[in-house]
């Protein structure tokens, strides 16, 4: 039975300023020990997180309703940039490509770097499903507080 995340009790409060920040917690939750306290393994975190950033980039399979992104974009966009993320968001099936398979962390760590290495090499082109079109630093944000989201699930043991 799925565990309601809205509804996680012990999650870290994890903040981070910068990807090497996420890098370097990434990392130690790996080396561990460490446990999820959600729906989805370490690897499959770290893979969702990847994942996401490569679809920055690349584009992602669907996108809101444009009225929807509207809507988000005049009254959550700078709340979704510079606050924690709510728990509880389910992907939509338009989705798939984002949702994670693969559950071993070594491995997810290493397409997380990959993806990381790439956002410095690279700029996100792609309208964000929820948000549309962000800046560079924009979709940075996004990335961070994205991930504060998932790495706030994986706690040490």
Do not use: C
């Not at 509804?7 to 990807?19: G, K, L």
């Not at 009225?67 to 993320?85: A, E, S, Y």
């Not at 693969?102 to 760590?109: I, Q, R």
């Amino acid at each position: 039975m799925p565990i309601n995340t809205k509804t996680v009790q012990d999650r870290r409060d994890v903040h981070y300023n910068s990807m090497d920040q996420l890098l370097k917690d990434a990392e130690l939750m790996v080396v561990g020990p460490s446990r999820t306290l959600g729906n989805w393994s370490l690897g499959q975190i770290l893979e969702h997180l990847a994942i996401t950033m490569h679809k920055s980039i690349d584009d992602f399979p669907a996108l809101a309703p444009w009225p929807l992104r509207v809507m988000i974009k005049l009254t959550m966009k700078q709340k979704f940039l510079t606050q924690p993320m709510p728990a509880g968001f389910q992907i939509s099936s338009k989705m798939e490509a984002v949702r994670p398979k693969e559950h071993d962390a070594v491995k997810t760590l290493s397409e997380l770097h990959e993806a990381i290495e790439r956002l410095k090499q690279e700029t996100p082109q792609a309208l964000n499903p929820g948000l549309g079109r962000l800046t560079v630093d924009e979709w940075n944000a996004f990335h961070l507080r994205h991930a504060e989201l998932h790495m706030s699930f994986v706690t040490s043991e």
